[in-house]
């Protein structure tokens, strides 16, 4: 169990490398200048189904006990592309 412990603490360090610095950052508040839209429902959706692929997958292949490699190619690689094909979709949209 040492090897998810492990991804847990790169997990936890990564997000104090990028949430921490604008959590200390004093820079003034700037009102009504970027709006935040809301999340669309299909949006959610696509959240929603990237955690629960990720979830299942990790605790079927197992990859902290055994190889990686499958949990890779089967896990976070569709995920990952799949969010960069919205991403490159939604610039073209904007454009």
């Known amino acids: 169990m040492a090897g998810f412990q492990e991804l847990l603490i790169i997990v936890v360090i990564c997000l104090g ?3 921490v610095p604008r959590m200390l950052s004093k820079r003034p ?4 200048v ?3 839209r809301a999340m669309s429902g299909k949006l959610r959706i696509a959240v929603a189904v990237s955690v629960v692929h990720l979830f299942l997958l990790g605790v079927l292949l197992k990859p902290w006990r055994s190889d990686s490699m499958p949990f890779l190619y089967f896990g976070v690689a569709p995920v990952a592309v799949g969010w960069l094909a919205i991403w490159v979709y939604a ?5």
């Open 91 to 95: 610039g073209f949209k904007s454009r």
């Open 17 to 19: 490398i990028f949430f």
């Open 34 to 36: 970027l709006q935040k």
């Open 29 to 32: 508040v700037v009102a009504n």
